[in-house]
Structures are given as C-alpha cells and as structure tokens.
C-alpha cells in the first residue's frame, strides 16, 4: 500500500476495527464463523472500498498540487475568484474519482452485503452478520463521501451558472446558464438528501456490529430514507422522460426538409419556362424568315439566328443555376434531415436511460427501502428475501444505465483521439491521429468530457443552417431552409421565447458573430437535454 494511503487510514470509520475485536473475540470465546469464506470477502470488500477512497482522494490532491495562480499581481477579487475556481475544481475532480468506486458500491458491494445479511438472520450466524454489518458501514461510507461532495459541487456549479445568468440578462449564454443553475440546484438539494440517506445507513449498520438494543429503529429509519430518495429520484426521472418526449415531439412535427420547396427554386422554374418559349419563338422566326423571298432575306435570316442563339443562351444558363441551386438546396436540406434525425435519437436515448436507470431503477430501489422499513419494524420479518431482491433488481437496473453510458464515453474519447477528422469543424485543419494506445489511455480518463465529438459537430451543423447570411459561410443558405433550421432551434428550446427575447432581436443574435460560441454551446446542451 503507498504511503498517501496509510496517511488516510487513520481517518477511516470505527465500525470496522470494532467489528474487527468483536469477531476477535469471539473467536477466543469459542464462536468461529460457520462460514470463514464469506467473512474473509466481506472484510475484502470494505478495506478495499476504504483504500480506494484514499487513493481517490490522494489523486485528487496530487492533480491540483503545484496550480498557484499565474498572475502574481491580480487585484483580490481576481483571486479570490481563482482560488474558489480551484477549489471547485479540485472537489469535480474528486468526486469524478470517486464515482467508479460509487458505482462498484451501488451495483455489488450493496446489493451482495444485502444478501449476505438476508442469509445471516436466515441462518442465526452472528458471525456473517457483523461482517456484513462491517461491510455495510464502509459501502455507506463510500456512498457518503461520493454524495456529499457531489452536493457541494453541484451547489458551486448552480452558484456559478446563477451569476453568469445574471450576467447575460438575454440570449444563448443566459438560457444556457439559467438551465444549469436550475438542473445543478436540484442535483445539489438530491445529494444533500442522499446524503442523510446514506448516514441513516451508516448507523444502521453500526447498530448491527455493535449489537445495539435500537438496531431495530435505526434500520427503519435508514428504509424510510431510502425510500423517500429513491422515490424523488424516480420522480425527478419521470419528470425528465416527459421532457424528452416533448421535444422528440416537437423535432418529429417539424417533418422532412426536403419537402420544402424554395421559393427561388420556384421563380427558376418560371423563368427555365419563359425562356424556352422564347427560344421556341425564336426558332419559329428563323423558319418564316428562311422561306422568305427578297433581298432582306439574309439579314432576316442572320437576326433569326442571333436571337435564336440568345435564347438558347438563357435556356442554357437558366437550367446551369437550377442544378446548382437543386444541388445545394439538396446538399441543405440533407444536412438538416440529419440534425433532425440526430436529435430524434438523443431523445429516445434520453427516455430510455432515464426511464431504466432513474424512473423504473430508483423506484425499484425506494420500494426495498419501503420493504426494510417495514421489515425493521416487525421483528420476524428481518429475514425476508423481499427487499433484498428489490434492492438487488433496482441496483442492477442504475448500474446497467451507468455502465452504459460510461462505455458511450469512453468509446467516444477513444473516437476523439483516433480519428479527429471525424468531427472537426469545416475548414479546420484536424489534429494528427493519436496512436491505438494513446487513444485508449484517453478513453479512460473518465473525468474528461468529450469537446470535439458528434454532438458538438450537429451543434455546428444546425447553427450554420439557421445563422444570419452575416456569419462566414451562411450566406448562401436558402431564406427557406434558414427558417426550417430555426424552427429546429424552437422545438429544441432555444427559441425567443427561451432567450427572453422577440422574434426580431432573436433573429439578430444569429447573425452577430461575436455571439457564434455561446449559439454552439446553447444548441449541444440542447440536444443533450430534455
């Protein structure tokens, strides 16, 4: 074990060495464990969550170690605000080392410590309950810590989001900073929550290694808390799937872009028309005046001709600016079918994990703690199998979610590195590509959020399309196909009306490059949210 670790050891929970004397001496007493295997696995799991804890922490420390501010000689304000930017940046980046060791901890260490206690109190095995006890207190622990610093962080970020939204009154960046404070704030008070949730089982747990006489009160306690987070948890999910299904709503009654026939492309067509009848005119000249008798008969002829020639000239070039304008108009609308297609997707992605992992999975994990509630509260029914299949069922359900979408993210990084021309900005010269091994070491760093990827390319796509004809590159999209884009930005949320803003003064924003970033980050976050 390094030494970072040791230091951190004599912080850990006194549950475990209590547990640790207890079985000690009752193994003097002449009371073995009937089943030494699986007390051996309990005592592994929770010194391994208490050594991974510390080594989170440790690197943590180690990350933000030698980042003094730059500017020695800023005004205090200025670092003031570095110094609570560090901060915030030191605790993301601690509770985003933690949340591996969470997630182990929600999805096996608890729903096997659940278990183990079920067989316990099945079997009378004083011996396997205190270890599961022991086991218990650290998976809470762990939980604890992950939670609490999540609270602390998301109410900086919810502080920080809330002033940047008072900053920029209106716009992009106002909308963007108010949803994040809103979300952040409401991450922050569910955490908080959870985290009295999490010491209601800690001193559960510790009322069972200590054979306290209110082991009893204390474990309905922890189900009703439980309970009652899991409960706004599924509720806080629902509300989301009903979100995401609005807008996927919205996106789909939009309809496909290229029925949306251009009013230039229209007037093309008329003209394409007059000018092949004004050929056909022109040949039916040339015709009369080729049978014409006289001496005026040549010079006829050749002004026939002339106009002939003429009019074939503008048929020529009338059909050379349709194709163009078709193909481009084409090359438009599929771009925005694909937007459209893309946020259709992220939506139903969206229902489905919120509506497995946070409305079915939290629901399912609130009616254990609604089981072990009840189940401390009636003394024979301690051992009843129940709450721990719930228990198991929901942390199994969060935990599939969670694995998949930290297998989206890591499959995404991996895309970053290895392949940047992927999804580069046009007319940005991409990054070299990054070796297979390079790549991969990039795809595990989990606490890193991907910048250049799909999302952000649509992001680019759909601002491209609805920007002014003011912003590099936009001035030759169709009036028509410009405001199918924008209606996109309205199914989206990012309309006027989300903006604080009239239709006019929204329109403006579109075409003032100086606004061009925060339109991108507006439209990303966006698709990715309900």
């Not at 006194?14 to 079985?23: C, D, G, L, M, W």
């Not at 409960?231 to 999910?237: L, M």
């Not at 020639?309 to 609308?333: K, Q």
């Amino acid at each position: 074990m390094s030494i970072p670790a040791r230091h951190t050891s004599a912080r850990q929970s006194a549950a475990v060495p209590t547990s640790a004397r207890q079985r000690q001496e009752g193994s003097r007493a002449g009371s073995p464990s009937r089943n030494p295997v699986k007390q051996a696995f309990l005592q592994m799991q929770s010194s391994a969550g208490n050594r991974a804890t510390a080594a989170a922490v440790q690197r943590a420390r180690s990350a933000d170690k030698g980042k003094a501010p730059e500017n020695g000689d800023a005004s205090a304000g200025a670092k003031k605000k570095s110094y609570r930017d560090r901060i915030a940046g030191l605790l993301d980046r601690f509770k985003k080392n933690l949340e591996p060791i969470d997630t182990f901890i929600k999805g096996v260490q608890t729903p096997v410590n659940a278990g183990f206690t079920q067989q316990a109190a099945a079997a009378a095995n004083e011996g396997l309950k205190h270890s599961a006890a022991a086991s218990g207190t650290s998976a809470a622990s762990g939980n604890l810590l992950t939670e609490a610093s999540g609270a602390v962080v998301s109410g900086m970020d919810a502080y920080k989001n809330m002033k940047d939204a008072k900053t920029h009154e209106t716009g992009a960046k106002h909308h963007t900073a108010q949803k994040k404070a809103k979300v952040k704030g409401a991450d922050a008070v569910i955490a908080a929550a959870g985290s009295g949730s999490y010491s209601a089982a800690i001193a559960k747990e510790v009322t069972k290694v200590q054979k306290a006489a209110d082991a009893a009160v204390a474990s309905e306690a922890s189900g009703i808390a439980s309970a009652s987070v899991g409960a706004i948890k599924g509720i806080r999910a629902a509300f989301r799937v009903g979100g995401a299904a609005r807008k996927y709503r919205r996106v789909k009654e939009l309809g496909d872009p290229h029925l949306v026939q251009p009013a230039a492309l229209t007037r093309l067509n008329e003209s394409y028309e007059q000018a092949e009848w004004a050929a056909a005119e022109a040949y039916v000249a040339l015709d009369a005046y080729w049978d014409h008798e006289g001496e005026e008969r040549l010079e006829l002829v050749s002004e026939a001709i002339d106009a002939a020639w003429e009019a074939m000239g503008e048929v020529r070039d009338t059909a050379e600016t349709i194709h163009r304008t078709e193909r481009r108009w084409e090359g438009e609308a599929d771009r925005l079918a694909r937007a459209q297609e893309y946020a259709k997707k992220k939506q139903l992605t969206k229902i489905g994990k919120e509506a497995i992992g946070g409305a079915v999975g939290e629901s399912t994990k609130a009616a254990a703690g609604v089981v072990t509630a009840v189940a401390a509260g009636t003394a024979g029914l301690a051992s009843n199998p129940v709450g721990w299949g719930l228990a198991g069922a929901g942390a199994g359900l969060v935990l599939g979610v969670t694995l998949y979408k930290a297998l989206r993210a890591a499959t995404k990084r991996y895309e970053e590195k290895r392949h940047p021309e992927r999804w580069a900005p046009e007319g940005e010269t991409p990054a070299d590509a990054a070796s297979r091994g390079d790549s991969l070491k990039h795809a595990l760093t989990f606490w890193k959020k991907v910048s250049k990827g799909e999302r952000q390319a649509m992001a680019r796509e759909i601002y491209a399309l609805a920007a002014g004809p003011g912003i590099p590159g936009s001035g030759d999209t169709t009036p028509e196909m410009r405001e199918s884009a924008r209606s996109l930005l309205i199914a989206l949320k990012a309309g006027p009306t989300d903006h604080r803003l009239d239709a006019e003064a929204w329109a403006q924003t579109l075409d003032d490059p100086g606004k061009t970033a925060g339109w991108i980050s507006e439209i990303a976050e966006q698709l990715a949210s309900g």
